[in-house]
């Protein structure tokens, strides 16, 4: 995996700790980074295909962390309107 879909030049470190390989590493796969109008219906398909892979928990802890417009694309099967949703959810309990 690169650092794309981030505004960095450096991958997401979770992939550094972690003993598993994401299901996504090194592809370059444009349905994980979508135009805004085809986020949600490729979110939608994603849930599935992220929601198995061994790393889907370090990615979604590791996505939600990061700035809120540091990311784009799809990470852990979320869209950038479901990670700034899911922060305000974690903020206000």
Same mark, same amino acid.
């Given at each position: 995996?690169?650092?794309?879909?981030?505004?960095?030049?450096?991958?997401?470190?979770?992939?550094?700790?972690?003993?598993? @390989?994401? +299901?996504? #590493?090194?592809?370059? !796969?444009?349905?994980?980074?979508?135009?805004?109008? *085809?986020?949600? %219906?490729?979110?939608?398909?994603?849930?599935?295909?992220?929601?198995?892979?061994?790393?889907?928990?370090?990615?979604? @802890?590791? +996505?939600? #962390?990061?700035?809120? !417009?540091?990311?784009?694309?799809?990470?852990?099967? *979320?869209?950038? %309107?479901?990670?700034?949703?899911?922060?305000?959810?974690?903020?206000?309990?």
């Amino acid at each position: 995996m690169s650092a794309r879909g981030t505004r960095s030049s450096q991958p997401p470190d979770f992939l550094d700790r972690a003993p598993a @390989e994401a +299901a996504c #590493a090194g592809t370059e !796969d444009p349905v994980f980074f979508p135009d805004s109008e *085809t986020a949600a %219906a490729a979110a939608e398909a994603l849930v599935l295909y992220c929601g198995r892979c061994q790393m889907h928990d370090e990615c979604r @802890e590791w +996505a939600l #962390a990061q700035p809120v !417009d540091s990311l784009y694309g799809i990470w852990a099967g *979320t869209t950038h %309107a479901q990670r700034r949703r899911l922060r305000r959810r974690e903020q206000a309990a």
